[in-house]
């Protein structure tokens, strides 16, 4: 078993920035791909970036890309998404996410193991 939580959520002016953490225990992890995931009240789950296990290569969905960057610490079980210039409309509930098979994936159905996520709030 793999179990992650999500730290680094709150209230944040529009333009500002956070920085979300992910901290993974249980099983060792430093093979899998891992991602990010978000929830607006009343909407479905959306793909927000994902990371594979090396670190060399990422995925970003078209909506952040350039504003937002995902990283992992294998030696800390940690990995990280930074938000710059968020918007309103990115209020959401931020989960991470990883999926024992290698790959990139946008696909929430391909992750297995899930935080219990983390409130971001972009005021305007």
Avoid: H
């Avoid at 793999?2 to 920035?17: I, K, M, N, P, W």
């Avoid at 899998?32 to 927000?48: C, H, I, L, N, S």
């Avoid at 030696?75 to 990280?80: L, S």
């Amino acid at each position: 078993q793999v179990q992650l939580v999500e730290s680094g959520g709150g209230l944040v002016q529009a333009g500002g920035s956070l920085t979300l953490s992910c901290v993974a225990s249980g099983r060792t992890f430093s093979s899998y791909t891992m991602g990010w995931f978000r929830q607006a009240p009343g909407k479905e789950q959306d793909f927000v970036a994902t990371i594979t296990w090396s670190g060399r290569s990422t995925y970003y969905a078209d909506s952040v890309k350039g504003r937002f960057t995902i990283s992992r610490d294998n030696a800390k079980n940690t990995w990280y998404l930074q938000m710059n210039s968020l918007k309103p409309e990115e209020t959401a509930v931020y989960y991470c996410a990883t999926k024992l098979r290698p790959g990139i994936s946008a696909r929430k159905g391909d992750y297995d193991y899930w935080g219990q996520g983390t409130q971001v709030t972009v005021s305007s």
